[in-house]
């Protein structure tokens, strides 16, 4: 708190560096300074995402779901954008489904290979799934994270998910609220 308190004084003495008025900005300062504390000491805010994060998947459900989203790419409907994505989702009861992208020629009907899993899972099991863990892979072995729209469903049932992808650098994994810091739920 000290080191935003710290933050909130100099970034706004800079704002007000050209003000005729040193009183107002004094008041400006102390305006700023209880907005942060009240933030940083709200009881309800949601805890660190390093607090929330479920137990490490074991080497062998890690392969299955790598296996199963490869295997579902190869269904994808993907005649636009030549871009073939595979999905595969771990629910918390250990039940794994998949999914692919299916492209239309009217674009924006497009459905992503994780919707396409996540919206699977819930025709066959009702809407209670809570989902562990995401792998998306794509057949040109490129960097592919899920997108936006993705993330905030993947949130919707998983907010404790794990998301496995071909980051820059290699395969990669994140925490679905690093992917998506303000994602949100109305239950
Ligand atoms: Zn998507």
């Known amino acids: 708190m000290l080191a935003l308190q710290l933050y909130g004084m100099q970034s706004l003495k800079a704002s007000c560096a050209g003000s005729a008025s040193a009183s107002f900005a004094k008041k400006k300062v102390r305006t700023l300074l209880r907005r ?42 993907a005649p636009y954008s030549k871009f073939r994505v595979g999905a595969a989702i771990l629910l918390a009861d250990g039940r794994i489904f998949s999914g692919c992208n299916v492209e239309n020629a009217s674009y924006g009907m497009t459905n992503c290979a994780e919707r396409t899993a996540i919206f699977s899972a819930v025709a066959e099991l009702g809407p209670k799934i809570e989902i562990r863990a995401v792998t998306v892979v794509n057949d040109h072995g490129v960097p592919c994270s899920p997108c936006g729209a993705c993330r905030q469903v993947i949130y919707e049932f998983g907010p404790d ?27």
């Open 161 to 187: 998910a794990t998301i496995f992808f071909q980051g820059a650098n290699g395969p990669k994994q994140a925490h679905i609220t690093e992917l998506l810091p303000e994602g949100f739920r109305l239950q």
């Open 36 to 77: 942060f504390t009240i933030a940083v000491d709200f009881p309800s805010m949601p805890k660190n995402s390093s607090l929330q994060r479920n137990t490490p998947l074991s080497a062998g459900v890690r392969r299955e779901l790598l296996q199963s989203a490869q295997r579902v790419m190869k269904h994808a409907h």
